[in-house]
């Protein structure tokens, strides 16, 4: 098969593929940079930044859903789960500030109850 001169290569199904590829790249990594849990933190003035490598994560979003270093769990895997932490760790807290309050006063009087005073609750500064 010989080319003619003048003729030449049809790029234009390539462009179509590559900019398909582009979106989808874009796309993808949006939600890599928000992280696994989407949450929205509460606002306080005297908010600081946490730099402990030793913690706990425990998050509760606005579905009330609650996680533990971003695997969910129940109440009751948290209480094992307290049980079997250090009390010299922290516990960061972040709870989403459209979940139940209710939620939150559980996790901290399971805390308590457990003896465990070494909790930071996550918020953002305004």
């Not at 696994?36 to 730099?51: G, H, R, T, V, Y």
Request: aromatic fraction near 4%; hydrophobic fraction near 40%.
């Amino acid at each position: 098969m010989k080319i003619k001169k003048g003729e030449g290569l049809n790029i234009v199904p390539f462009i179509d593929i590559m900019l398909v590829l582009l979106a989808i790249v874009l796309s993808i990594s949006t939600f890599i940079a928000q992280g696994k849990i989407s949450i929205d933190l509460p606002e306080a003035n005297s908010a600081q930044k946490q730099n402990d490598d030793k913690k706990v994560s425990i998050v509760v979003d606005a579905q009330n859903q609650i996680y533990v270093d971003d695997k969910p769990t129940t109440l009751e895997e948290l209480k094992s789960l307290v049980d079997s932490t250090d009390a010299k760790t922290l516990i960061e807290l972040k709870s989403d500030k459209d979940s139940k309050f209710e939620t939150f006063v559980k996790i901290i009087d399971l805390l308590k109850e457990k003896n465990h005073e070494n909790f930071a609750i996550s918020t953002k500064t305004n």
